[in-house]
């Protein structure tokens, strides 16, 4: 059985695998996000792809048979494929990291916890520069922390866009907006942007996301479609926190109309959040829907997910993209 839209739900929705890690090859541990810290793989089936944990508590096994991956549900085959190898942090992409850690403490990210590391500009660029010599890099992602400031990270996110530029590859940049983030990553040769709103229920916002005021978030990101163009500004829009399929619907609506294309991203819990966050994993049935849901809406303001070259939507390991996975 190959890997089909449903087939990726119910795998996004559980999240997790058990699997002999002897299999996996390959791995770079991710270092910012709410999966930071974490070991994982992605798996390749059916022209679709989905990024799995490693947890031997999960209900689903992976195991190999003649040379392929074979994923198991209660003890029956579900779906079977490969892994595929990771750049860094993704398959074609070189998906790098600058501050591992962060001022804001929002409350489904674990990185704040963790306090890792603080990356120099040598030790980025030669990141890119081995996912580069391994002949697979179709585009760069820059995402980051707040180690000082959003101003403070926006100028070295510049800084390293412009050193990366030689390569000529697509380069998409994840920080947290400034007043001028967008047009001074835009001059620097950024192509692609990404400021995330996280949730837009005001009243879930304000409740686990610390960092500035979602207003300010949603400024920038207007402005972001003024200077880089539609379908080349993004947002996750975190799923499971509380918030109903209504109040999804009536905002990823609000971003489309702006030019924006929101990611609908399952939560995930880290143990090191634990206690602090009220989240239940969407179900398969449920981010079908939305998905379903998402791609009437981009397509009704002429946005598509394919166009993306950089960061999560080309990428799809955690996500189901409208145009690619439906």
């Known amino acids: 059985m190959k890997m089909n839209a449903q087939i990726k739900a119910e795998l996004i929705s ?18 910012a996000g709410p999966g930071a810290g974490g070991k994982a793989f992605f798996f390749s089936s059916g022209g679709r792809r989905v990024r799995l944990v490693v947890d031997n508590g999960s209900p689903l096994r992976a195991v ?31 998906y790098i990291t600058m501050s591992e850690r962060c001022i804001y403490d929002c409350k489904f990210c674990p990185v ?65 907006p400034t007043r001028d983030s967008s047009r001074i990553l835009k001059e620097a040769g950024a192509s692609e942007i990404k400021y ?54 009536k905002y990823y609506e609000d971003l489309a109309k702006m030019g924006i294309i929101p990611i609908l991203r399952a939560v995930g819990v880290h143990p090191l959040r634990f206690g602090e966050l009220e989240a239940e994993r969407p179900t398969a049935q449920r981010l079908l829907k939305l998905t379903k849901m998402a791609r009437r809406i981009l397509d009704k303001y002429g946005l598509d997910a394919r166009v993306a ?14 145009h690619v996975d439906l």
């Open 14 to 31: 559980i999240g997790a695998i058990d699997i002999d890690t002897t299999l996996l090859g390959r791995l770079t541990v991710p270092t």
């Open 64 to 94: 190999m048979d003649n040379g392929e991956i074979v994923i198991l549900k209660g003890g029956k085959e579900f779906v079977r494929g490969k892994i595929e190898e990771e750049l860094i942090h993704c398959p074609g992409q070189a």
């Open 112 to 176: 704040p916890k963790l306090n890792g590391k603080v990356k120099s500009s040598e030790e980025l660029l030669a990141l890119v520069k081995e996912a580069y010599d391994l002949g697979k890099m179709k585009g760069i992602s820059i995402t980051s922390g707040v180690e000082v400031s959003p101003e403070k990270e926006v100028e070295r996110a510049a800084d390293l866009v412009r050193k990366l530029k030689k390569y000529n590859a697509p380069i998409g940049v994840s920080v947290y």
């Open 196 to 249: 995330n709103v996280e949730t837009m229920d005001r009243e879930l916002y304000d409740k686990y996301c610390k960092k500035p005021p979602l207003d300010f978030t949603l400024e920038c990101l207007k402005d972001a479609v003024s200077i880089f163009g539609k379908n080349h500004v993004y947002t996750n829009f975190i799923v499971g926190l509380g918030e109903t399929d209504e109040t999804i619907e």
């Open 309 to 322: 070259k950089t960061m999560c939507l080309p990428c799809m390991g955690c996500d189901l993209n409208p």
